[in-house]
């Protein structure tokens, strides 16, 4: 029997203040921010005529838009997890984001105190994105390869670590599958994989990624590079192409592994929930 669990971080320097009406109402550190949610059903707690968000994003187009006013160029949010801290760089991103998604620190959280165990494990992070469960890890000992297509975001990745003087995670601008098929004709074995697929990009060679289409096969190709004696896998999706069963079903038939199956949510001080993304990961 596969259970399901849902996820919720706590930390004071994000606040999600309200969500609905497909609007969500944050505090990042002491920015306050509007921005367009399709998980966030329903009605707001108070009418979003009163809320007093001090940048609102404008959709202009599909993934397009603009903050007014505009946001600070950058600022600083701290994480303050058990026994260890992070700083990470906020920013306007690509569409909407800000380069945190403040739901996985419950990962990062999972992941810090698993590779504690261990001495010097090897990470592969794919879809690396701005790099925080590379941070992370690092901070936890780890020997990293951050893996993204896009060259800016590494970038950003990279003004993370060294926020937080992290100089020895290796930072690869490359298409996942290109990189997964090389390593695993090589051999090359990892102690825990991360992976936050998108559901559509273009990899740094112009290759299309299409999640439904690509995604099974990544996973035939990537589930051989964990150790059998020891590993971690960690597989977020912010897509709803894909049932947690139907994720759990293909990881299975390539190699049945422990997995935990969830939700990530954030929540208010009022103790609503907006649903964020599923999960799955394995510890054995």
Not at 73 to 79: G, H, I
Not at 128 to 137: D, E, K, L, N
């Amino acid at each position: 029997m596969v259970e399901y669990h849902i996820l919720t971080p706590k930390w004071p320097s994000y606040e999600l203040i309200d969500f609905g009406e497909g609007w969500r109402w944050e505090r990042w550190g002491e920015v306050t921010v509007a921005r367009p949610d399709s998980w966030a059903i329903g009605r707001p707690q108070r009418k979003r005529d009163l809320w007093t968000a001090r940048h609102i994003y404008h959709p202009t187009g599909p993934y397009q838009g603009q903050w007014e006013p505009p946001l600070p160029e950058k600022w600083p949010l701290l994480y303050q997890g058990k026994g260890w801290r992070m700083q990470l760089w906020c920013r306007a991103g690509k569409f909407k984001h800000l380069g945190i998604f403040p739901e996985q620190a419950v990962h990062w959280e999972w992941l810090y105190a698993k590779l504690k165990r261990w001495s010097h494990p090897q990470i592969l992070n794919l879809f690396a994105y701005t790099g925080a469960a590379s941070v992370a890890a690092a901070l936890a000992g780890a020997k990293v390869t951050h893996i993204d297509a896009s060259r800016s975001a590494i970038s950003w990745a990279a003004e993370n670590a060294a926020l937080n003087n992290i100089s020895t995670i290796r930072w690869i601008v490359e298409d996942v599958r290109k990189f997964v098929q090389r390593a695993r004709r090589r051999g090359e074995k990892y102690d825990a994989i991360l992976l936050d697929p998108p559901p559509y990009g273009i990899g740094s060679g112009g290759q299309r990624w299409e999640i439904q289409r690509d995604l099974p096969p990544l996973l035939e190709n990537l589930l051989p590079l964990l150790r059998e004696e020891r590993g971690l896998l960690l597989l977020n999706l912010y897509s709803a192409d894909f049932s947690p069963y139907t994720l759990w079903r293909l990881i299975q038939e390539v190699r049945p592994i422990p997995l935990e199956i969830g939700e990530l949510t954030l929540a208010t001080q009022q103790g609503r929930h907006l649903s964020t993304g599923i999960f799955l990961r394995g510890d054995w």
